[in-house]
């Protein structure tokens, strides 16, 4: 059997295998990219920092005192005018540097020998309307919101009355268009402070004029300034 021939190996190979494994990244690889997050990271605070230097420069460049200094004696021109505009309790009001668009008065009230007397006292403002003999005259035609009130005692014999008159040249006589009566509490000892408003809106002409009606006025109080008005407004 010496001239018998030797039969090849045969080896099976299994396609199912999965692929070969990827080799680890290297130290050098991976210190690389963290120097370049590092560099992004220094450059974004960089930037920020220029930015909020860019900022506080705008800031300081427009704030009051640079003003001041770069203008000299514009800005203190006008801050002295500002301070001539400044009000003074119990004196007239200065004339407002934006007048009302549409007429408008608001009348403070005065004792005058008992009277209740209307005129441009403390906040009180005409605006195309003037005063004349205690009465409120309109210029121009349309609706008007008309108001008052009075602060009074209130009384212990007969009531207090308090109107809101028109007087027109369209009629012959005056017109009543509104009024509060307040009567005394019997059941009081004390006398108490009451104050009465009136108010509403009403067309008006040119030529019109509006006046207070009080009845037994020896009770209006007439202490502050503030305590009686009177006043209208175009709508």
């Known amino acids: 059997m010496e001239g018998a ?20 990244a290297s130290p050098w690889q991976l210190s690389k990219t963290a120097c370049r997050l590092l560099f992004l990271l220094v450059f974004l605070a960089l930037f920020g920092m220029a930015v909020e230097a860019c900022f506080v420069y705008y800031l300081f460049k427009h704030s009051p005192s640079s003003l001041q200094e770069d203008h000299g004696p514009t800005a203190l021109k006008g801050s002295s005018d500002l301070e001539n505009k400044v009000i003074v309790p119990g004196k007239n009001r200065m004339q407002a540097s934006v007048s009302p668009s549409k007429p408008s008065a608001h009348l403070t009230g005065s004792s005058n ?24 005259y309109v210029t121009k035609e349309g609706f008007y919101y008309i108001y008052s009130s009075i602060m009074f005692i209130e009384p212990h014999l007969g009531p207090f009355k308090h109107s809101v008159l028109r007087h027109t040249p369209r009629y012959g006589s005056e017109l009543e268009l509104m009024k509060a009566i307040c009567y ?13 408003y009136l108010g509403g809106t009403f067309r008006l002409y040119a030529g019109d004029s509006l006046s207070i009606k009080l009845e037994n006025n020896t009770l209006v109080r007439h202490q502050l300034v503030t305590d009686n008005f009177f006043g209208a407004f175009m709508i």
């Open 184 to 196: 005394s509490s019997q059941e009081q000892k004390m006398s108490n402070m009451r104050n009465s």
């Open 5 to 24: 021939s030797v039969s090849p190996q045969v080896f099976v190979v299994d396609s199912q295998a999965g692929p070969l494994p990827r080799p680890a």
């Open 113 to 136: 020998n008992g009277l209740l007397m209307w005129g441009e006292f403390g906040d009180a403002f005409l605006h195309d309307m003037k005063i004349q003999d205690n009465k409120l």
